[in-house]
């Protein structure tokens, strides 16, 4: 009776958000939505009332921003690097709805970070890694310097700083995905460079949320 109160719900979110989900996607997005309530319960994982039947504004926030957003990674994006990854969201629905994807989830955490490893193995996700680290602290690995596609960011708070040392993972022409809420406030012009703002994209309206796209440009 939950799976169906829960993919039920889901779908509804999923059209109110103009979007449809394959029943595949629905199945990986149930799994992982389930196992996050279920550790929830144990370590605090998301300040979100999460229940197996789900509810609204938890589903909105953690599964279909992420499937939306993914509707704006590059055809040609193949790595992405996601910091202050927490519970996994936007990262892991990002790559169910992105399975071309490369994701490096960085979590300073270690007891969150256990729980990401788990959901990898728990969805089988390939070419998905969990880094126990300050995103700042993988600057000296030199595989990872200027060699990405994408970067995002939803739990980690915004400044000039946190912009230049997160562009240093980029490639030139790679992107930063701010996922902003209607209390968040961004960089929408002048960033610092070499990041240029490229796009602001709305994606759920209950939220009032929206995907900020920065541009690294190709100096």
Do not use: C
């Not at 927490?86 to 270690?110: C, D, F, Q, W, Y």
Request: positive net charge; aromatic residues 6%; glycine residues 4%.
């Amino acid at each position: 009776m939950t799976t169906r109160e829960f993919r039920e719900r889901l779908n509804r979110r999923a059209k109110a958000a103009n979007i449809s989900l394959e029943a595949p996607l629905v199945d990986s997005l149930e799994t992982y939505y389930q196992l996050l309530t279920k550790w929830n319960a144990k370590i605090n994982l998301t300040a979100f009332r999460l229940t197996p039947a789900g509810e609204d504004e938890a589903i909105d926030r953690l599964l279909i921003e992420p499937v939306v957003a993914a509707r704006y990674v590059p055809d040609n994006a193949r790595t992405l690097l996601d910091a202050g990854s927490g519970g996994g969201s936007p990262a892991i629905p990002l790559k169910l709805a992105s399975p071309n994807l490369h994701v490096r989830m960085v979590e300073v955490k270690t007891r969150k970070a256990v729980f990401l490893r788990e959901a990898v193995r728990t969805l089988g996700l390939r070419d998905a890694e969990v880094e126990t680290a300050r995103f700042e602290e993988l600057l000296p690995r030199a595989e990872l310097h200027e060699a990405l596609d994408l970067v995002s960011v939803r739990a980690v708070r915004i400044e000039t700083r946190t912009l230049l040392t997160l562009q240093a993972f980029l490639r030139p022409g790679g992107k930063i995905f701010l996922f902003r809420g209607s209390g968040t406030s961004t960089v929408e012009t002048e960033p610092p460079p070499p990041l240029a703002w490229m796009a602001s994209y709305p994606l759920v309206d209950a939220l009032h949320s929206k995907l900020v796209v920065l541009n690294k440009t190709r100096v």
